[in-house]
């Protein structure tokens, strides 16, 4: 069975740019949540989608926005990019919400020049 | 603020002995725990989860969980290089969707 998958695998933006960012979930998995993870730390929590409804936003600012289609597939929208927003950007999926087991995808790298 | 704290390592242990990992929590709210092992480059994966006290065994693996405590452990036995990696503690509370993730722990396995 496929896994997360994510895309692009890497991308390079320059300061002020908008990127989109895609994610499909595990075949059956209702639930997406989307994190960002900088080197020398722990993701940290941006957005979970689940049943297409917003069921949690981290502390992020509103440049970051997020949704989710009816197949359960999840795109994530970063606008007026900055320099601090290279990260690592990891999609998970869970069948439900709550304390189901969060499956990783191989992320997206994002390089801001 | 929900933290998860971790000691950052790097720990080092010889092929074939005991990893112990730890984590701490500061939401008595936590109700479910979770292992993951990132290697360098790559995106985290799920080991071990954890959602009442005491231990839970799968393979070379024990996590354990005492609320009272608020306190993680992961146990690695009969440890082996390709362990070696960082492995992360995360929580998430009830209600809550949202993992909060400590910073991590580098192990390194010595052949």
């Known amino acids: 069975d496929a896994g997360v998958t994510q895309s692009p695998t890497h991308l390079i933006k320059t300061r002020g740019q908008q990127v989109t960012l895609r994610c499909s979930p595990i075949?059956?998995?209702?639930?997406v949540s989307w994190y960002q993870q900088v080197l020398g730390q722990g993701p940290q929590f941006i957005f979970q989608?689940?049943?297409?409804?917003?069921?949690g936003r981290g502390n992020f600012p509103d440049r970051f926005s997020a949704r989710q289609f009816p197949n359960y597939s999840s795109e994530l929208n970063v606008n007026a990019l900055l320099l601090g927003d290279s990260a690592l950007y990891l999609c998970?999926?869970?069948f439900g919400h709550g304390d189901q087991p969060q499956h990783f995808g191989d992320g997206t790298r994002l390089s801001i020049l | 603020q929900k933290e998860v704290e971790q000691n950052s390592g790097p720990l080092s242990v010889p092929e074939g002995a005991i990893a112990s990992l730890n984590c701490t929590y500061s939401?008595?709210?936590?109700?479910?725990f979770f292992w993951y092992r990132q290697y360098s480059g790559k995106s985290p994966e799920l080991i071990m989860s954890?959602?009442?006290?005491g231990d839970k065994e799968d393979g070379r693996f024990t996590a354990q969980l005492n609320k009272a405590s608020q306190y993680v452990s992961l146990l690695i036995r009969d440890s082996q290089p390709s362990d070696s990696a960082t492995y992360l503690c995360?929580?998430?509370?009830?209600?809550?969707?949202?993992?909060?993730f400590g910073k991590g722990t580098k192990l390194s396995v010595i052949p």
């Open positions: 998970a999926s869970s």
């Open positions: 075949s059956g998995h209702k639930s």
């Open positions: 989608y689940y049943e297409k409804e917003e069921r």
């Open positions: 939401d008595r709210g936590s109700q479910s």
């Open positions: 954890i959602y009442s006290n």
């Open positions: 995360a929580s998430s509370g009830a209600g809550s969707y949202q993992l909060t």
